[in-house]
């Protein structure tokens, strides 16, 4: 509500800040940003919101902003009538704006305490705090780009921003691990050169916990990195454990620890938790894509196929549906179908993968070579897993194993899906599958 419209970053902010001080109380579901978010700037009735969300509390508020001075509303609301539990207007000065977000975590778990929580859930103090307000001015920009997406600009963005709050204050912990999950984001998505990008994630993570180790998201983002860079399972597991104890109620601790079950082959586990992440987080539509993908590694096909459809409900154009879909409809003997399915994929080195699966269960060797040979034009960098998949389902399995080791040695991030992925059921039987196995750490 600032006079300059220029204040959605700290608005932002506030809010995520919320979140995870929230988060932090035992007993007590917090939604995750990405589903909170939808709503904001909308006046939609809170009946509704708790409808879509599946709550019964609403949080909600504004910001206006000018100059050193901010003021800050904030209201507790039942879902089920719309009346009000609680509400608060802070008129305080911008430096005092972390004592600002203390009193109205306090406030709102007071206020939910004694009907949802048995009397226990006083929220942990914040560890967000920095001496410096520019500093804590850079880190809310950092985050949002951050939060904004995957391309290359936010992310530069954010990086920019978080090495501007780190030279403003070095001890500012909050920063370095923002600055690792974005370093691991660059990585991951091939952005820069994946061993630096990872080796910078590592160093400010570890940093982060150095400062502070009482901050869920820097355990977080070392877990990434342990994951995707060192496979370090036991490790990430480590890591996750200590940010669920810190961050109990953390949609993003559910997501990483359910990712690292499916890797690991622990289905059902990973499923359990999935389903809980939907809960968190029902409007985000990644949710369902990775639910919808574990239950087809799991051989749930139908229950797969609801998932991925409610993907589709909440953003038609989502990437990798489709493929997924196609390869159920491959599993189920349908390959015609599953190649009209995967004619509707927008992301191009899915589409061409999907491609290749179909149109070789279709008996068009011919088509599925053409397909393939694209594949590998465009993405052997960043498409080395899926050029393996491709060739272990077409029973190559030299070619396969080839490509393997090329994604091995590009720390392609599909691969910890080995153990998992059904793609490969042709190679299960040689030797040389236990044996990568055994290198990927997969294997005792």
Same mark, same amino acid.
């Given at each position: 509500?600032?006079?300059?419209?220029?204040?959605?970053?700290?608005?932002?902010?506030?809010?995520?800040? &919320?979140?995870?001080?929230?988060?932090?109380? =035992?007993?007590?579901k917090?939604?995750?940003?990405?589903?909170?978010?939808?709503?904001?700037?909308?006046?939609?009735?809170?009946?509704?919101?708790?409808?879509?969300?599946?709550?019964?509390?609403?949080?909600?508020?504004?910001? !206006? =902003?000018?100059?050193?001075?901010?003021?800050?509303?904030?209201?507790?609301?039942?879902?089920?009538?719309?009346?009000?539990?609680?509400?608060?207007?802070?008129?305080?000065?911008?430096?005092d704006?972390?004592?600002?977000?203390?009193?109205?975590?306090?406030?709102?778990?007071?206020?939910?305490?004694?009907?949802?929580?048995?009397?226990?859930?006083?929220?942990?103090?914040?560890? &967000?705090? *920095?001496?410096?307000?520019?500093?804590?001015?850079?880190?809310?920009?950092?985050?949002?780009?951050?939060?904004?997406?995957q391309?290359?600009?936010?992310?530069?963005?954010? &990086?920019?921003?978080?090495?501007?709050?780190?030279? @403003?204050?070095?001890?500012?912990?909050?920063?370095?691990?923002?600055?690792?999950?974005?370093?691991?984001?660059?990585?991951?998505?091939?952005?820069?050169?994946?061993t630096?990008?990872?080796?910078?994630?590592?160093?400010?993570?570890? !940093?982060?916990?150095?400062?502070?180790?009482?901050?869920?998201?820097?355990?977080?983002?070392?877990?990434?990195?342990? *994951?995707?860079?060192?496979?370090?399972?036991?490790?990430?597991?480590?890591?996750?454990?200590?940010?669920?104890? &810190?961050?109990?109620?953390?949609?993003?601790?559910?997501?990483?620890? *359910?990712?690292?079950? !499916?890797?690991?082959?622990n289905?059902?586990?990973?499923?359990?938790?999935?389903?809980?992440?939907?809960?968190?987080?029902?409007?985000?539509?990644?949710?369902? =894509?990775?639910?919808?993908?574990?239950?087809?590694?799991?051989? !749930?096909?139908?229950?797969?196929?609801?998932?991925?459809?409610?993907?589709?409900?909440?953003?038609?154009?989502?990437?990798?549906?489709?493929?997924?879909l196609?390869?159920?409809?491959?599993?189920?003997?349908?390959?015609?179908?599953? @190649?009209?399915?995967?004619?509707?994929?927008?992301?191009?080195?899915?589409?061409?993968?999907?491609?290749?699966?179909?149109?070789?269960?279709?008996?068009?060797e011919?088509?599925?070579?053409?397909?393939?040979?694209?594949?590998?034009?465009?993405? *052997?960098?960043?498409?080395?897993?899926?050029?393996?998949?491709?060739?272990?389902?077409?029973g190559? =399995?030299?070619?396969?194993?080839?490509? @393997?080791?090329r994604?091995?040695?590009?720390?392609?991030?599909?691969?910890?899906?080995?153990?998992?992925?059904?793609?490969?059921?042709?190679?299960?039987?040689?030797?040389?599958?236990?044996?990568?196995?055994?290198?990927?750490?997969?294997?005792?």
């Amino acid at each position: 509500m600032s006079p300059g419209k220029d204040q959605e970053y700290f608005s932002d902010g506030l809010a995520e800040q &919320l979140i995870h001080e929230l988060a932090k109380v =035992s007993g007590l579901k917090v939604v995750g940003r990405s589903s909170a978010f939808q709503f904001k700037g909308k006046n939609e009735d809170p009946r509704e919101v708790g409808r879509k969300l599946g709550v019964a509390n609403i949080l909600e508020g504004s910001v !206006r =902003s000018e100059g050193d001075h901010v003021r800050i509303t904030a209201e507790l609301i039942k879902t089920d009538d719309g009346f009000q539990l609680w509400s608060q207007t802070y008129d305080r000065e911008i430096n005092d704006i972390f004592a600002v977000q203390d009193e109205i975590a306090r406030a709102t778990t007071e206020a939910l305490r004694l009907k949802l929580l048995g009397g226990n859930g006083q929220p942990v103090p914040s560890n &967000l705090h *920095s001496a410096n307000p520019e500093a804590y001015h850079a880190y809310l920009q950092a985050e949002y780009f951050s939060g904004r997406g995957q391309s290359k600009e936010d992310l530069d963005k954010a &990086l920019a921003y978080a090495d501007t709050a780190i030279k @403003l204050d070095e001890k500012y912990a909050p920063a370095w691990a923002l600055r690792a999950s974005v370093q691991n984001k660059v990585a991951e998505f091939v952005l820069t050169d994946s061993t630096e990008g990872f080796r910078k994630a590592r160093a400010d993570a570890e !940093r982060a916990i150095v400062l502070d180790p009482t901050f869920a998201s820097a355990y977080l983002a070392l877990a990434t990195t342990q *994951s995707n860079y060192d496979r370090d399972w036991d490790a990430a597991e480590t890591s996750v454990t200590k940010a669920a104890a &810190l961050e109990p109620g953390s949609v993003e601790v559910l997501r990483l620890r *359910s990712h690292l079950f !499916r890797i690991l082959g622990n289905l059902d586990q990973a499923i359990k938790l999935y389903e809980q992440v939907v809960v968190l987080d029902p409007l985000r539509a990644n949710s369902y =894509s990775a639910l919808g993908y574990t239950l087809y590694v799991g051989g !749930r096909y139908d229950e797969a196929r609801a998932a991925l459809q409610k993907v589709l409900d909440l953003n038609p154009l989502a990437a990798y549906v489709h493929l997924t879909l196609s390869e159920i409809l491959i599993a189920e003997g349908k390959p015609q179908q599953a @190649l009209a399915a995967i004619e509707k994929e927008p992301s191009e080195w899915e589409k061409l993968t999907g491609q290749v699966l179909a149109y070789h269960a279709l008996g068009r060797e011919q088509d599925s070579n053409a397909a393939l040979a694209i594949l590998i034009a465009k993405y *052997s960098t960043g498409g080395a897993y899926q050029i393996a998949e491709a060739y272990a389902y077409r029973g190559e =399995s030299d070619k396969s194993f080839a490509w @393997l080791e090329r994604a091995y040695e590009q720390r392609d991030a599909g691969l910890p899906e080995i153990k998992t992925d059904p793609l490969f059921k042709n190679l299960r039987h040689d030797p040389r599958y236990t044996e990568f196995l055994k290198k990927m750490r997969l294997l005792g």
